[in-house]
């Protein structure tokens, strides 16, 4: 429950921040290396298994701490130092903050100065809106097989008759095609 929004939040802030056209090229970066990172997490999965019940600790403490404890770390750094737009980002001078606002001004199909505040009207029409679902369409199409596959793919690989070893080593190569 705690990762649902991460995918669909990591799109919005792009929104923060690129035009429609750079979006794009950066969404399949992100989703590419979001599938690659399932292939990383076979390997990690099998060395963390090799300290089983070494320091005390059993396979599944080792691998809650190596892979949970760089996580919490950058999460905190994250949240004190990732700008949340353009204008607020410390490391861009004004000219650069001036760029960016007016590239992302003129990419905008329309603006509306309604001082901010949002109505029910404005979320039924969001949420209606063929682009809007059409988009949902797509982004669940692309994000179902990539969760199946991160979910499912261990499982079936073992109950072909694998040991729990060579299994996350098989998961490697399915992740990397993917990408390709």
């Known amino acids: ?22 979006q794009a090229f950066r969404m399949s970066i992100f989703f590419s290396a979001g599938i690659l990172a399932g292939a990383f997490g076979g390997i990690l999965a099998y060395g963390i298994g090799q300290l089983d019940n070494k320091g005390g600790l059993t396979a599944w403490q080792w691998l809650f701490l190596l892979e949970g404890a760089p996580t919490v770390c950058l999460a905190i750094l994250t949240f004190f130092f990732l700008a949340d737009f353009p204008a607020r980002a410390k490391w861009l001078n004004q000219c650069e903050k001036d760029l960016l606002a007016d590239r992302l001004l003129r990419d905008a199909d329309v603006i509306v100065d309604d001082g901010g505040d949002m109505s029910w009207e404005q979320i039924k029409s969001a949420f209606l809106d063929w682009q809007v679902l059409f988009y949902m369409l797509i982004y669940f199409s692309t994000v179902t097989p990539a ?18 070893v060579n299994t996350q080593l098989l998961t490697i190569p399915p992740y990397v095609v993917s990408c390709l």
């Open 1 to 22: 429950m705690a990762e649902a929004g991460y995918f669909p939040g990591v799109i919005w802030y792009f929104t923060l921040w690129y035009v429609r056209k750079d």
């Open 147 to 164: 969760y199946s596959l991160k979910f499912f793919l261990p499982t079936i690989i073992n109950d072909m008759g694998y040991s729990v």
